[in-house]
């Protein structure tokens, strides 16, 4: 079995930036199939662009544009490529990394989806600074690392027992979430209103309007990095009232505008 050391990707890379040991780096994707691998160390992985297969002796995981996956150094796996053109951004990190900055090695195991938008925020943040390069970036890579890493160990690998309610929550907030109140909602999952405000914080990790707004942004990053769509157009398929709303929601989550960030990374 192939081990892909430090810094070794499948494809093309085209940028990459070391910081205390944590290497970022961005790729084209070129091969249709690799062979069975695992990495040296763990890494997240944002697909830019296109479509991938990730799979395991577990599972098959659809990537597709937007898509943030993590992988642990122990992980065997191979990727398709089911698009022409694919891109991703990886961020790698030494295996002491997460003992160093006091997180908890042992729930970083496996590899797994991340689909909360608070982490795609995040790791939008994180790709604007790593294009950028100016003198503050450095820092921000740094604060923003850590910020990332909190933010999935409390979200994503701190166990919580769900109930079989909160998938259907997210579902119809993804898809439906136009003209929702807190009484359809009641009615549609059978919870009462009184325990339906008390429940989503704990379990979406914040109020439903800030997780449909995050949702939102999280789906115009992929948009963003597609010059074919226009600001306006962005705006309409993810749902905002207009360009104007669009562009207030994204400063407020990535902290610039949705015009400066393409610029930026484009």
């Not at 089911?82 to 295996?95: L, M, N, S």
Request: aromatic content about 14%; overall charge neutral.
């Amino acid at each position: 079995m192939k081990i892909l050391t430090t810094g070794e990707y499948y494809g093309q890379m085209k940028r990459e930036v070391s910081l205390q040991g944590v290497l970022l780096s961005e790729y084209d994707y070129l091969t249709a199939q690799t062979d069975w691998h695992y990495h040296e160390n763990p890494y997240l992985m944002y697909v830019l662009r296109g479509n991938l297969y990730d799979i395991n002796k577990k599972q098959q995981t659809c990537c597709k544009s937007g898509s943030l996956i993590f992988h642990n150094w122990q992980e065997a796996h191979y990727n398709t490529k089911e698009t022409y053109y694919a891109r991703g951004f990886h961020v790698e990190f030494p295996r002491n990394w997460f003992e160093e900055k006091k997180l908890d090695a042992k729930l970083w195991e496996g590899s797994r989806l991340l689909n909360h938008p608070q982490l795609h925020s995040l790791f939008g943040q994180l790709f604007f600074e790593f294009k950028c390069q100016d003198s503050f970036s450095g820092l921000s890579i740094e604060l923003l690392l850590l910020h990332l890493c909190e933010s999935i160990e409390t979200i994503e690998f701190t166990p919580t027992k769900e109930p079989t309610w909160v998938q259907s929550l997210r579902e119809i907030l993804h898809e439906e979430a136009e003209n929702l109140n807190l009484e359809s909602l009641s009615q549609q999952l059978g919870i009462h209103p009184v325990h339906l405000s008390r429940a989503v914080p704990k379990y979406l990790g914040s109020s439903l309007g800030a997780y449909i707004r995050q949702h939102r942004i999280k789906q115009s990053l992929t948009y963003l990095l597609d010059k074919r769509h226009s600001l306006t157009d962005i705006a309409n398929i993810c749902g905002f009232s207009d360009q104007s709303h669009f562009t207030r929601t994204f400063k407020y989550y990535l902290h610039r505008t949705p015009s400066s960030f393409r610029k930026q990374v484009l």
